[in-house]
């Protein structure tokens, strides 16, 4: 009698700890306890064949969770041999098999899980984000539809949606969308970062500032968040703020061009010069050919009465892309500035071709040709820029100051 009770109490001790592990293998989200626990499961014997592939699943989990993505696999491919019809299994695969580089097998794998479930939202979130990825934008958009019919409360398959939205420049569909995933989980860092992409293309810097405040206080060193709410505090023109960001980007990847060209912006927005042309030179240390920062440099240049240096950048920007406009009537503007109308005509005759709405370069034409003492030639292209842009108050301006006094300081040449 002592001797069944005994075994009675084996087995309920037994059971207990299987229940345990069970439990660990499904529930923990720490990665070492959920391995140990599936493990246990799976080298025990005496799970059944689906209790088996349920701790399969979880041991694959925890050594995704691990980054072991081979390890992973195997596990995957175990529980699949065991029950090739599983679902999850395959649409779970499929995900390995993506963050692997295999799209081609991630879709296979998923398009099998979704013929033996057609409801499996989570399979349908995951192809489509791997439509995206490649470009295959309306396939994606198809997927999430699906994913979020299923289930409107699944937050992931809106950011998706959202992105995508955003790759295909539906700004007002892409903010719903994000809107929507940030109200179903306040804490998903990646939709937020995206909320406030969309909030910028839509020119609302405070949702955007809104959005990546948020974002990076889950994920601090976040670069994107950093970067983009660097772009919106400089687009607020609030330069002191857009440089801590920059500086911050700056510490985490002191390679980073971009974020030099961005800081070298706010700097110059301050009337920092000095460093703004540190920051340019920084840039294009790393990225020499970049024509935005050397024409963003000859500007710096240009404001400082530095025009010979200033036409060397735009120089440059030109040998690299000889139809960036900006380049071309930047120099114009130098030449100008040293008196050289001719060359600067040659220039803003160039701008014009390139493109005949530029009212900026029939402007600047137009002071070129007074200054030749021109002066009926240079009205009418004074007029011109205000037709292509009639609610400009300050070419009206220009206008009316030349009209007054470029005959004096211009007369005609005889």
């Known amino acids: 009698m002592r001797a069944a009770c005994w075994l009675v109490l084996l087995v309920s001790v037994l059971n207990s700890a299987q229940s345990t592990d069970a439990d660990a293998c499904a ?6 306890a959920k391995l140990k626990a599936c493990s246990a499961l799976i080298d025990s014997g005496k799970s059944l064949p689906a209790e088996t592939v349920a701790a399969l699943l979880g041991r694959a989990e925890a050594k995704l969770m691990k980054r072991q993505l081979d390890a992973a696999m195997q596990d995957l491919d175990q529980a699949l041999k065991l029950n090739p019809e599983n679902a999850g299994a395959l649409s779970f695969r499929g995900a390995v098999h993506f963050q692997r580089g295999e799209d081609d097998l991630a879709v296979a794998d998923l398009d099998h899980a979704l013929k033996i479930d057609p409801r499996d939202a989570h399979a349908f979130q995951r192809r489509g984000y791997i439509r ?3 470009g295959q934008y309306d396939l994606a958009i198809a997927d999430y ?4 019919n299923l289930d409107p409360g699944y937050a992931r398959a809106f950011t998706s949606r959202g992105r995508t939205y955003l790759e295909k420049r539906d700004f007002n569909r892409a903010l ?14 990646i939709g937020l970062t995206a909320l406030g992409t969309a909030c910028s293309y839509q020119e609302q810097h405070d949702c955007a500032l809104k959005a990546y405040d948020q974002a990076l206080q889950i994920t601090p060193d976040d670069l994107v968040s950093l970067y983009n709410r660097g772009n919106a505090h400089l687009s607020l023109k609030q330069y002191a703020l857009a440089i801590q960001d920059f500086d911050q980007v700056l510490r985490l990847q002191p390679n980073d061009a971009r974020a030099f060209a961005r800081r070298g912006l706010a700097y110059a927005g301050l009337k920092q010069y000095p460093q703004a042309l540190a920051d340019y030179d920084g840039a294009l240390r ?3 050919d970049n024509t935005e920062v050397l024409v ?6 240009y404001g400082t009465g530095l025009f010979d240096l200033a036409i060397r950048d ?6 690299i892309d000889p139809k960036e406009v900006k380049a071309i009537e930047n120099r114009g503007a130098a030449y100008l500035s040293k008196a050289d109308p001719d060359r600067a005509l040659e220039d803003f005759d160039s701008a014009i071709r390139l493109d005949p709405k530029d009212a900026f370069a029939f402007l600047s034409r137009g002071m070129a040709y007074v200054m030749k003492g021109e002066f009926d030639r240079g009205m009418q292209d004074m007029d011109e ?5 009639p609610g400009d108050e300050t070419l009206r301006a220009v206008r009316e100051r030349v009209r007054a006094t470029g005959q004096k300081m211009f007369p005609p040449k005889k």
């Not at 820029?385 to 842009?389: E, N, Q």
């Open 132 to 134: 995206s990825k490649n």
């Open 145 to 148: 539809d699906q994913a979020i």
């Open 27 to 32: 529930k923990s989200p720490d990665a070492d």
């Open 286 to 288: 790393f990225k020499p």
């Open 296 to 301: 963003n440099r000859g500007l710096v240049y």
């Open 314 to 319: 735009y120089d440059n920007a030109l040998r």
């Open 385 to 389: 820029a205000i037709r292509l842009k």
């Open 176 to 189: 719903a969308d994000l809107q929507q995933a940030v109200k179903l989980d306040p804490k998903d860092a």
